[in-house]
């Protein structure tokens, strides 16, 4: 079965530092492999998504990923932290060779932004 | 455009009640999956529905159901309440494939 592991459940950074979250999958297939983002009372924004294209991908709010294959990771980076990237951040799978949009979470990383 | 929609926002239900939750997807959406979020168990998929059938499930009890009709629009019910189902149900809804899914913001179901 598909999983995802995001290492560190709480990460603390300061405002204008380097974002780096970290995200591997277990899979035998490269699936297609999503970032998001929740804020506090609300719901799950799409911040990028690789789906066997570029392996460098770009997404909003300056937020990118970098899928390495080799090292079933998927890590979301961004150069310099601002206040209001302080959220929860969910890396997520969905099979490549499955018909639907079931996607499977990893436990989520808590980011903290200190001025 | 409209996003996802979802009624109602918070719910206080008793044990052993059952609930309705509603689902509005983005126009021209045929997906439509749902997801439970707690505190232990993080997000997990319950089931999706696609042109009116259940294409995927995921491993929750028979106590969780849910449909889709015509319009897209999708319902998920939960019979018997326990304490445990007291969370955050996120519905998401997709134009086909998973290239991408849409989240609404959420019912929160609290069960007393």
């Known amino acids: 079965a598909q999983s995802v592991t995001q290492l560190g459940s709480h990460v603390s950074v300061s405002e204008g530092a380097l974002v780096l979250l970290r995200c591997n999958y277990s899979?035998?297939?490269?699936?297609?492999l999503f970032w998001y983002v929740q804020y506090p009372n609300q719901g799950l924004q799409l911040l990028l998504k690789?789906?066997?294209?570029?392996?460098l991908v770009k997404g909003i709010n300056g937020f990118e990923a970098e899928f390495k294959k080799s090292e079933t990771s998927f890590h979301l980076t961004k150069p310099s932290a601002h206040m209001s990237d302080a959220a929860e951040y969910f890396c997520?799978?969905?099979?490549?060779?499955?018909?639907?949009?079931?996607?499977?979470f990893g436990k989520g990383t808590t980011l903290s932004v200190s001025s | 455009k409209a996003g996802v929609t979802q009624t109602p926002r918070y719910l206080i239900k008793t044990r052993g009640q059952q609930v309705t939750l509603s689902c509005s997807p983005i126009s021209g959406h045929r997906s439509v999956s749902w997801y439970q979020q707690t505190p232990g168990q993080g997000l997990q998929f319950l089931f999706e529905?696609?042109?009116?059938?259940?294409?995927n499930k995921g491993n929750f009890p028979g106590r969780f159901s849910g449909r889709q009709f015509s319009n897209s629009r999708s319902e998920m019910n939960v019979s018997t309440l326990e304490l445990g189902d007291s969370a955050l149900y996120l519905c998401a809804s997709s134009p086909d494939r998973v290239t991408e899914a849409f989240f609404g913001q959420g019912t929160r179901l609290t069960v007393v």
């Open positions: 899979s035998s297939v490269p699936p297609y």
């Open positions: 690789y789906t066997s294209a570029a392996t």
């Open positions: 529905y696609f042109s009116e059938t259940q294409r």
């Open positions: 997520a799978v969905s099979p490549i060779n499955q018909a639907g949009t079931a996607l499977i």
